[in-house]
């Protein structure tokens, strides 16, 4: 069987990270979050104070690029981030980081800076990455490409339950206001916005469960490779 790269681009919130999990477990490829290593990038810049009120202090961002290592490792069967060496991977998932990981993400500078780390990972293939500009910019030659989204109320609502679950201290209100700012931010950015490759299949999963997606995007896995 022929291997491939696998783009799996999307909304925030939509369950497109467990799906790429699953997947790449599945059928034993490399899995890659790049919504994580902005995350990354967006904490580094929280613990250096490099921001004025809801302002990324962009210039000082792009001057730091070269002080953060991003790096993912296996723990449990689960990829978790390292930043400059340090397991960071509860730290990027909090409301803190959430509510200013899309600022982060229309910086071109932190785009291309993470982009090219992005197409390192995939030049042998066998990689299922998923992220926001996937299938039209970081793997543009991808041989599969799928787009997932989800109405917001219900993406809201997981987000919700994940964060509970955690203990994480928030409203659904707080999620669902974030699910939304997050879309509007990704789609309108000047750089890589989030928008569907013209080759990608579109998955709404607003009525499906986790087994029935996983099992769809196998599917096409398979007829993509046979």
Not at 175 to 184: A, G, I, L, S
């Amino acid at each position: 069987m022929k291997r491939i790269n696998i783009a799996l681009d999307g909304h925030s919130s939509c369950g497109k990270s467990t799906m790429a999990k699953v997947l790449a477990k599945r059928i034993g490829y490399t899995y890659i979050d790049t919504g994580a290593m902005y995350r990354g990038v967006t904490l580094f810049s929280i613990q250096n104070n490099l921001w004025d009120g809801d302002k990324p202090l962009v210039d000082e961002i792009v001057r730091r690029l070269d002080d953060i290592t991003l790096r993912f490792k296996t723990d449990g069967g689960e990829n978790r981030l390292l930043l400059n060496g340090e397991d960071v991977e509860d730290q990027i998932r909090g409301m803190e980081v959430s509510n200013k990981v899309s600022p982060i993400s229309t910086i071109a500078e932190v785009r291309a800076f993470l982009v090219k780390q992005q197409q390192e990972m995939a030049t042998e293939k066998g990689v299922v990455m998923d992220g926001r500009d996937i299938g039209t910019v970081v793997l543009p030659d991808a041989e599969l490409k799928v787009f997932v989204t989800a109405s917001a109320k219900v993406r809201a609502q997981r987000r919700y339950d994940e964060l509970r679950a955690l203990g994480k201290e928030v409203t659904y209100d707080e999620v669902y206001q974030n699910v939304v700012t997050r879309d509007c931010i990704d789609s309108t950015r000047e750089a890589s916005p989030l928008k569907q490759a013209e080759d990608a299949v579109l998955l709404d999963n607003s009525d499906l469960t986790r087994d029935e997606q996983n099992e769809i995007l196998y599917r096409m896995f398979v007829e993509k490779t046979a």
